[in-house]
């Protein structure tokens, strides 16, 4: 028979039974379990005895698999709390995996934009009259690598792509 997580513990139940050997008129009274033979005595006991016995095994089971449940839950604990502070140790400035791969991928544009811009200036510097077509397919080679970290300078590249190809 299960019982419920709130089923009285082995000493309750002793001691509900005793409580129920006392209030019975027959118990205590001398005299009274005499008129049993020893037999029927002994065959009583011995019922009640595998009775409580199975009980005591069915609590323990149930308290063998309560202890099971509870270290499993204490498990799963000490998992999400270590989890928690792993995370809470991985500081902002280390960063994750993806953190670094943007770091680089941002890295890399300004970089990108800067040779670009660096080679438009110079080449101004040197000729005012520096053909404005062949400066604009340089910038876009500088750009090209980088486009797809942003959406805006994606629809730039696009937009003078589309200019150069046109003619101006």
Do not use: F, N, W
Not at 79 to 107: M, N
């Amino acid at each position: 028979r299960k019982r419920s997580r709130t089923s009285p513990s082995l000493l309750g139940v002793c001691r509900a039974r005793a409580r129920g050997r006392a209030m019975d008129p027959a118990y205590g009274r001398p005299g009274a379990l005499a008129s049993r033979s020893p037999a029927a005595q002994y065959e009583e006991d011995r019922s009640r005895r595998i009775a409580l016995e199975r009980e005591l095994e069915e609590l323990q089971a149930e308290s063998e698999r309560g202890k099971m449940v509870l270290d499993g839950l204490a498990e799963k604990i000490q998992s999400l709390r270590a989890e928690v502070e792993r995370q809470r140790r991985t500081k902002p400035e280390r960063g994750c995996a993806s953190c670094h791969t943007v770091t680089l991928q941002v890295d890399a544009a300004a970089q990108s934009l800067l040779g670009s811009a660096g080679h438009v200036a110079r080449t101004l510097l040197r000729d005012m009259g520096a053909d404005r077509a062949e400066l604009l397919a340089t910038v876009l080679s500088y750009v090209e690598p980088v486009k797809h970290l942003d959406p805006d300078l994606d629809d730039l590249y696009a937009r003078a792509s589309a200019s150069l190809r046109d003619g101006g």
